[in-house]
């Protein structure tokens, strides 16, 4: 226990001193006007940010060997018998697929973050990632089919503690996407967040 959470603190470490060097704060927030052209590329963003949540889900059932089904717009499995490592590998597949997306788009090849906004298809896929962090916030929370509630139940820890800890680097990818002149510990913050997060994930 005492060795995992050194590796952990480690990794906190080794994540914060390279965010830190390679991150700049960006001067101007993303925005949008009434340009038809522009809301259709955001509206493609945000689409194709559902579908690769929801493809993240699919990837790690079939890599687990799950039937996948689904139940109205909930993906479920039938006949799975479930690990509790299993079950919270795939329960956060789809925000872990979302946080890499969002990684991707407000950084650059060289792991930079941004120094102006992203394209309006890039916004659009933040912000279903960030949409979708919030219907789990709010009204999905308790369904019983969903992320928050898979992950509650398969860690123990209550649905508020699983909220929250995947609130945290959605309001800071929002302070990210939206804000002007974000100082650099924001998207340093943000990565290291996601990066315990999926540690702690993938070492259950």
């Not at 799950?66 to 795939?90: E, I, K, M």
Request: glycine fraction near 10%.
């Amino acid at each position: 226990m005492l060795m995992k959470c050194v590796k952990e603190w480690q990794l906190a470490a080794t994540l914060l001193g390279v965010v830190f060097v390679a991150s700049a704060a960006r001067a101007e927030g993303w925005a949008i006007d009434n340009s038809a052209d522009r809301w259709g590329s955001f509206a493609f963003g945000f689409a194709s940010g559902i579908v690769a949540h929801e493809m993240g889900h699919m990837f790690i059932a079939t890599t687990k060997g799950y039937n996948v089904s689904h139940d109205g717009l909930s993906l479920t499995y039938p006949g799975a018998h479930f690990t509790r490592a299993g079950q919270l590998q795939l329960a956060s597949a789809g925000f872990q697929t979302q946080w890499a997306l969002s990684e991707l788009v407000l950084r650059d090849q060289n792991g930079n973050e941004h120094k102006r906004p992203p394209s309006d298809f890039g916004a659009g896929v933040v912000s279903s990632y960030l949409g979708v962090s919030l219907a789990y916030l709010t009204f999905l929370e308790n369904q019983q089919t969903g992320d928050v509630y898979g992950m509650s139940n398969a860690t123990g820890l209550s649905r508020d503690r699983i909220a929250l800890m995947l609130a945290i680097p959605a309001v800071l990818d929002t302070w990210r996407l939206f804000g002007d002149d974000v100082p650099p510990w924001v998207p340093a913050m943000s990565v290291i967040s996601k990066g315990m997060a999926a540690a702690w994930i993938w070492t259950y």
